[in-house]
């Protein structure tokens, strides 16, 4: 692939900013990675090159370029000045503050050229709250990722009530490039689409536990081993549309159906109180009696399913396989973020890649990450 020369800006470097570095260099483009410190920057560079290696290893690197070609895309800096200049595409990654977006948005577009669009990467504030009174506001919308971004694809593109819609236009085209997966917003909206479609299955969750309908583990199977595993390839309205004779006649079906249980939902928790603690010390429980109060358990299944998956072997360990699908995001700083995603083979066979290892088994449609 021919060397690229457009830049990316990428401001912050926690894991978030981490992926998005790698997604962008993946298709060459060149990247520079901001932190305030130093160290961080240096520890941030260290750590894209190491995950770049074991991708490669693993046969899980994306983009066009090789695990080397990629990293020579990245460099980092502790000058915003240098990081933004003459950068097509610049997104932020810094925590999930008010204040602080307000502040790194001002300085911001304080540097960036009349021509870079700025792009946020939070999950929790509409693009207006930080964007307002900035001279290039119509430069500047939300691309929400879905944690974490190398391995999830959805991108929610969120513009602000100033946004150019030229502007959406080419941060959505930008995503798919880089091989992401966006939905574009007509207009900022709380919560997105993600969230609000995410706390609607939680809020009722929280409901059915709080009316002891259902105690917190199964209610938990009712996603993990129901809803998770029919939604993992198809939407709910796909799902709709071939769960009868196509959408008219589901709704023809099941329309009163679904008001009618939908009339009978509480109202919306506000989940605080004594519920709170007793859901926390019963999902604390199961993870202790699963690993005996550490991850050794854990870490040794991940050893085992990647010394097979070196020696080309299908895993039959399916305790280890187990084990990695429902507690990887305890584990996420001492093991790496864990995800599992099937893709078809042939008729009815799937195979499951895990970070660091391919798990062959048949008629397993599933797929478990992280959503945030």
Partial sequence: MTARTEKIGIVGSGLIGRSWA???????????????DNNQVTTALDDIKQQLKELESSKMLRGTLNA??????????????ETVKDAVFVQECVPENLDLKKK?????????????ILSSSTSTFMPSLFTEGLKNNKNVLVCHPVNPPYYVPLVEIVPAPWTAPEVAKKARAL??????????LSREIEGFALNRIQYAILNETWRLVQDGILDV???DKVMSEGLGPRYAFLGPL?????NAEGMISYCDRYNKTIYDVSMTMGPTPRFVGPQVLNSFKLLHRTRQRVFNGDFAALQKARQRINEEYKSKKNVTDTSAITELLKYSNE????LRTT??????????????RITKATVKMDNIPYKHCDSN
């Fill in 339 to 352: 995800v599992v995603q099937a893709q078809e083979v042939a008729p009815g066979k799937y195979e499951l």
């Fill in 104 to 116: 790194v948005f001002q300085g911001l577009d304080a540097v960036a050229g009349p021509d870079t």
């Fill in 217 to 219: 583990k199964d209610i």
């Fill in 238 to 242: 796909e799902t709709a549309h071939l």
């Fill in 68 to 81: 080397d070609e990629q990293y020579a895309c990245v460099k980092g800096s502790s000058d915003l000045a």
């Fill in 331 to 334: 584990v996420e700083n001492e």
């Fill in 175 to 184: 995503m798919e490039e880089i091989g992401q997966e966006p939905v574009s």
């Fill in 22 to 36: 790698m997604l962008f260099a993946g298709v060459g483009y060149k990247v520079t990675i901001y932190d305030i």
